[in-house]
């Protein structure tokens, strides 16, 4: 059984960072994501990156603050410039293909880590 889990979450304020963590299988060569879910908002995607000539897809709301990065271990979501609109439960989230482009709904993703909240306050 597979398992992601998230790291990294908290509080800011407007305008700081933080930088979100989530562990990978060895082996894993799925395109890795970032969703988030706000109260009483659909889950939404953030950033996903695969390897290859793909690279990395962000919403356009934190294109130029955030950036998601990949290694062997881990995939990492780094969040500058924070808002308050930027607060939900984030998600790690592992695609079922390796292709980021084919990865931009939730139906496309098989394994889930738990989530981890982050909160901005203004």
């Known amino acids: 059984q597979v398992h992601l889990v998230e790291s990294g979450g908290g509080l800011a304020q407007a305008g700081e960072s933080l930088t979100l963590s989530c562990a990978v299988p060895?082996?894993?060569?799925?395109?890795m994501g970032w969703f988030r879910q706000a109260p009483g908002k659909e889950r939404e995607l953030v950033a996903v990156f695969s390897w290859g000539g793909a690279g990395a897809y962000y919403r356009d709301s934190v294109k130029g603050r955030f950036t998601i990065t990949r290694d062997n271990a881990k995939v990492t979501l780094q969040m500058d410039s924070l808002k308050p609109e930027d607060t939900a439960v984030y998600y790690c989230?592992?695609?079922?293909?390796?292709?980021?482009?084919?990865?931009?709904?939730?139906?496309?993703?098989?394994?889930w880590g738990q989530g981890t909240q982050v909160t901005v306050s203004s």
């Open positions: 989230t592992r695609c079922k293909s390796t292709v980021q482009t084919v990865c931009r709904s939730a139906e496309k993703y098989d394994i």
């Open positions: 060895e082996g894993t060569f799925n395109a």
